[in-house]
Structure formats: structure tokens, C-alpha cells
């Protein structure tokens, strides 16, 4: 890990999203852009150090921009597979993924990231 490089905060955004039944998926799309804007604004409770957020959408939510602060990755195909690339492609960057999907929590720390729960980033 080196000393200069921000934590990379990747987050599952179909799994955060998911997370709390307030009628997303009516608008998965909306959904997903609230969440940005709420990293946006917020960024990582509890968090002070410089943190790169990248919120990954797959399926209907693609198509939502980056805005500063949040950098938004649209899924080719497989959101999972697609988070696994982030993580494997960050080195020795220190690496947060945000879901509570079990097999994507294995993958990522099999590559050394660090996992934690759509809590984190959504009030229940």
C-alpha cells in the first residue's frame, strides 16, 4: 500500500439500493442517482481521510453520470464481475467495497479489499 493513494471506495449500488424496500424498483435509475448524491454530499460516514468513491450500476440503473466527488462506472455486463475487475486492477491500494452480497464479500477479499455492509453509506 502506498502512503499517497486515497482509499478507493468501490460501492454495489444495485446492493445498497436494495437494501431498504422504499420502492426503488420502480425507478432503479432514480434510485441509483440518489445514492450518488447522497456520496456526493456526504461521502463515507465516520470516514475523514481522502477516500475515491466509484459507485457501480448495472441493468437499468446504467446510464447514471459521475458527478464530483463520485465517479460512476456502468456495469458492461455483470456489476460483481465488474467490482472484482476494480479491486484486482487497484494494486496495492487500499480497497473498501460497500455490499452485503456474500460471494462478491469473498471475491474482493480473497484480493485483499476490505468489505463492509450498505449501512455504511444507507441508514436502514
Not at 435509475?29 to 450518488?36: S, T, V, Y
Amino acid at each position: 500500500m502506498s502512503d499517497g493513494d486515497p482509499l478507493l471506495v468501490i460501492v454495489d449500488a444495485a446492493n445498497v439500493v436494495g437494501s431498504v424496500p422504499d420502492g426503488w424498483w420502480r425507478d432503479r435509475q432514480g434510485a441509483a442517482e440518489r445514492l450518488r448524491d447522497r456520496l456526493a454530499t456526504d461521502g463515507l460516514p465516520g470516514r475523514t481521510a481522502p477516500a475515491e468513491i466509484v459507485l457501480v450500476v448495472e441493468g437499468a440503473a446504467r446510464g447514471v453520470e459521475t458527478v464530483p466527488g463520485v465517479r460512476v462506472e456502468s456495469a458492461p455486463g455483470s456489476g460483481d464481475d465488474h467490482m472484482v475487475d476494480l479491486v484486482a486492477g487497484a494494486g496495492e491500494r487500499p480497497v473498501l467495497v460497500v455490499t452485503a452480497d456474500r460471494e462478491l464479500r469473498r471475491r474482493v477479499q480473497e484480493l485483499g479489499a476490505e468489505v463492509t455492509g450498505p449501512r455504511t453509506v444507507r441508514p436502514a
